[in-house]
Every structure is written in C-alpha cells, then in structure tokens.
C-alpha cells in the first residue's frame, strides 16, 4: 500500500460538527492522478434500470457503476475524497446511506459528502445519482 499522508490529509476542524460517515475538509498535495466520475445511475452495462421505485435497490447498483468506474481508472473506494448525492425529494435518504455505510465498511478518512434533494432526475425511474472525485498518489 502507498502511504498518502503526505498527499491527501483528512481534516475535521475542532470548530466543525465531526461526523463518523464523512470528513469535512480533504487537502491533496504534491503529485497526484486526479479521476472525476460523472453522475451514475441505477443502470446496469444493458441499459436496462435496476430497482424501479427502490431506493436501497437503485444505491446497490449506483455503488456496482462508481466501482466499475473507479477500477477503470486504476483506483478503489479507498481514493473517492468527494461524493455528491443527488436524491429524488420524498426519497429515504437513510436507505441509499445504509448502502454507502456497508460499501465502505471500516476504511478510515471517509470522503466529504453533498446531498442535495432534487425534483427529478434524467429519467423520473431514477431516484438518486451519485458522482465522486478520486485522487490516486503517484
């Protein structure tokens, strides 16, 4: 394993509420391979939507799309510093949570974390979408 603490700091400021399911603030530094992955969907490589009306259902497959993604580009869960979440208003947010929780089990230094609640997405089946930021040491 490379060691990054000299790359990416994980920063909860005594000032700031800490909370064990995101970090505040991430500093990266020095040489580094950024990834950016666009909004993903509950899609399966068909096309065909996965959990129609189940939100839990739709995460499982969100989180399968940003891994698929994330191995692409020669990265893991462990190098996501940001995910924004985007979810259907009216949407159980603690039941797509309950998915990111188990995906990432106990790795340390959580990413910081966006939720916004929308009015829709690009198809009205779709009921969140999530995009993440990954840093990879070089």
Known sequence: MID???QV???NPATLNKNPGFTN???VTGPVKTIYIGGQDAVDAA???VGKGDVKAQAEQVFKNLQAALAAAGAG???VVKWNILIVQGQSLPAGFEVFQRVWGHRPNPPAITVMF???LANPDFLLEMDAIAVIPQ
Request: glycine share 12%; no cysteine.
């Open 4 to 6: 990054v603490s000299n």
């Open 9 to 11: 700091k994980y920063l």
């Open 25 to 27: 603030v991430i500093v």
């Open 47 to 49: 096309g065909h939507i």
């Open 77 to 79: 869960l462990e190098h």
């Open 118 to 120: 929308v009015v829709g």
